[in-house]
């Protein structure tokens, strides 16, 4: 079974445009999150959806915002991009309901540069 | 607030010996605590979990990790290293039916033959 799939791999951008970052969960879950690795870090939360509903929100700013799709596949967005945004953006997929801790398996990133 | 602190940077073993990485958690409940591996460039594959149960959990790749509850730990171990063992190694919290990970700071481990 294919695992948890990202695109672009990678993505140049200049300051002040946006950027959107696809994610197809592993089949058969229900559930997407987002996280963004900045370079010597560890991951830090973004967003999670399940059943095309917000269910989390780390703290980052309005800039970012993201949806789930009926087939549960996710997209992120990034606005008026920053030199910080330059990061891993990691889509992860989890099984079972929200509310429900469950294992999250990680796709390979989205590598974005900021210039 | 849920936290995570993995102590060592870095660290570096020959081929053939024994590993431990640190991992400290500081949330109140019962904790749910994960080991990812992420090579260079890659996303993160999981290590192993631990829900409840058996505070010896085994995982993939012949790692294992013991949570200790009266330590706040959950030290990742391995008895004898292999090459391709060189990799970032991140510990991760989540609360009690929550999904928001909270992961350190990631530890880097170089192995030499």
């Known amino acids: 079974d294919a695992g948890v799939t990202q695109s672009p791999t990678h993505l140049i951008k200049t300051r002040g445009q946006h950027v959107t970052l696809r994610c197809s969960p592993i089949?058969?879950?229900?559930?997407v999150s987002w996280y963004q690795q900045v370079l010597g870090q560890g991951p830090q939360f973004i967003f999670q959806?399940?059943?095309?509903?917000?269910?989390g929100r780390g703290n980052f700013p309005d800039r970012f915002s993201a949806r789930q799709f009926p087939n549960y596949s996710s997209e992120l967005n990034v606005n008026a991009l920053l030199l910080g945004d330059s990061a891993l953006y990691l889509c992860?997929?989890?099984?079972?309901?929200?509310?429900?801790?469950?294992?999250?398996?990680f796709g390979p990133g989205t590598r974005l540069t900021v210039l | 607030a849920q936290s995570v602190t993995q102590p060592d940077i870095h660290i570096t073993v020959s081929e053939g010996a024994s590993l431990e990485l640190r991992c400290n958690y500081s949330?109140?409940?019962?904790?749910?605590l994960f080991w990812y591996v992420q090579s260079p460039g890659q996303g993160l594959q999981l290590l192993l979990k631990?829900?409840?149960?058996?505070?010896l959990v085994q995982g993939i790749k012949g790692f294992e990790a013991e949570f200790k509850r009266s330590q706040s730990s959950f030290n990742l171990r391995k008895p004898s290293v292999h090459w391709s063992d060189a990799a970032e190694y991140f510990c991760?919290?989540?609360?009690?039916?929550?999904?928001?990970?909270?992961f350190g700071a990631g530890t880097i481990l170089r192995v030499k033959s």
């Open positions: 959806y399940y059943e095309k509903e917000e269910r």
């Open positions: 631990y829900f409840s149960g058996d505070t």
């Open positions: 949330y109140g409940a019962t904790p749910y």
């Open positions: 089949s058969g879950h229900k559930s």
């Open positions: 992860a997929s989890s099984l079972r309901t929200s509310g429900v801790t469950d294992t999250q398996y």
């Open positions: 991760a919290v989540v609360r009690e039916y929550g999904n928001k990970l909270v």
